[in-house]
């Protein structure tokens, strides 16, 4: 699977800069079946590098707290004001107890009549 991805999507823009930046012996005989773990590490960045561009992926995994809303302050100061699009509103433990207690309370109407 790895290797068709890299055949479609980077193999023909690696081969295509060989004229800016010349050839790469390792590059050139790289196969599937390749025990070079060093150029499969390569391969793999950079299949994740156009899959995942930007890097969204990172952050969030690394510090998940980010999407359950960033300060308006801080999204300004890095330039991600207008990104995130549905911001959502931080609340304290006891505001988080307090609805769930509600939402068990809730009387849900029989759809049926």
């Given at each position: 699977m790895v290797w068709k991805a890299f055949e479609k999507y980077l193999l023909p823009?690696?081969?295509a800069g060989q004229e800016e930046f010349?050839?790469?012996e390792?590059?050139?005989t790289?196969?599937?079946h390749s025990d070079n773990l060093r150029i499969w590490n390569t391969v793999v960045?950079?299949?994740v590098d156009r899959i995942f561009w930007d890097?969204?992926?990172a952050l969030t995994s690394s510090h998940p707290e980010v999407m359950d809303?960033?300060?308006e302050e801080l999204s300004q100061t890095l330039g991600l004001d207008d990104y995130f699009t549905n911001r959502l509103p931080r609340v304290t433990p006891e505001q988080v107890a307090a609805a769930i207690a509600e939402i068990k309370n809730w009387k849900l109407s029989d759809p049926t009549g």
């Open positions: 823009n690696w081969q010349g050839f790469d390792e590059l050139d790289f196969h599937p960045d950079e299949l890097h969204d992926w809303g960033m300060e």
